[in-house]
């Protein structure tokens, strides 16, 4: 669903309150207080956050903060980055075809964007429960970490059928 201008400034709802106040800064969501201690990194405060971006390269801005904002504060992100990278490198070392690159590098996307949803779904959830124990956000945060596990799991399977063969025929060839 998307909103617009429209939208946003209507007057009436089903209760008679406005749909503006319900999305306004001063709402609930915003004045959340937070537990004592380590507080989440935002380098910006992105008022009005909600609203859709009125272009697209507002909507790739945002996409890139979050990326940044994972490999800034995401150790398994950075080092699903790095060891990317050397597979990647890896990769055009040894001549695969352009399809095994292809494939390699698919693998990898999947494994940060996954670590990207991770780090989302665990944010809502710290933002829902704070500091409060509670079984269904142990499910959901298990859960979203079994699926980075998953697809890492799937991506060394695929980065070692693909590298291994040509690794290990380079590696015979040189002691030959």
Same mark, same amino acid.
């Given at each position: 669903? *998307?909103?617009? !201008? #429209? /939208?946003? @400034?209507?007057?009436?709802? %089903? +209760?008679? &309150?406005?749909?503006?106040?319900?999305?306004?800064?001063?709402?609930?969501?915003?004045?959340?207080?937070?537990?004592?201690?380590?507080?989440?990194? *935002?380098?910006? !405060? #992105? /008022?009005? @956050?909600?609203?859709?971006? %009125? +272009?697209? &390269?507002?909507?790739?801005?945002?996409?890139?903060?979050?990326?940044?904002?994972?490999?800034?504060?995401?150790?398994?992100?950075?080092?699903?980055?790095?060891?990317?990278?050397?597979?990647?490198?890896?990769?055009?070392?040894?001549?695969?075809?352009?399809?095994?690159?292809?494939?390699?590098?698919?693998?990898?996307?999947?494994?940060?964007?996954?670590?990207?949803?991770?780090?989302?779904?665990?944010?809502?959830?710290?933002?829902?429960?704070?500091?409060?124990?509670?079984?269904?956000?142990?499910?959901?945060?298990?859960?979203?970490?079994?699926?980075?596990?998953?697809?890492?799991?799937?991506?060394?399977?695929?980065?070692?059928?693909?590298?291994?063969?040509?690794?290990?025929?380079?590696?015979?060839?040189?002691?030959?």
């Amino acid at each position: 669903m *998307t909103l617009n !201008k #429209r /939208d946003l @400034s209507s007057t009436s709802t %089903h +209760n008679g &309150s406005s749909n503006s106040s319900r999305f306004s800064p001063s709402s609930s969501i915003q004045n959340v207080s937070r537990p004592q201690g380590r507080q989440p990194e *935002t380098s910006m !405060k #992105r /008022d009005f @956050s909600w609203k859709v971006a %009125h +272009n697209l &390269s507002i909507s790739f801005k945002y996409a890139w903060e979050g990326v940044s904002y994972a490999f800034r504060t995401q150790r398994n992100f950075r080092i699903h980055t790095i060891v990317g990278s050397i597979a990647i490198g890896l990769a055009v070392f040894l001549q695969l075809t352009l399809v095994e690159v292809a494939i390699i590098t698919l693998t990898i996307g999947a494994v940060l964007a996954m670590e990207l949803l991770n780090t989302a779904i665990e944010s809502l959830v710290d933002l829902t429960v704070e500091q409060n124990y509670h079984q269904l956000a142990k499910i959901a945060k298990d859960c979203a970490a079994a699926a980075v596990l998953v697809s890492s799991f799937v991506a060394i399977l695929v980065g070692g059928c693909l590298l291994l063969p040509p690794l290990y025929a380079l590696i015979q060839g040189s002691l030959s």
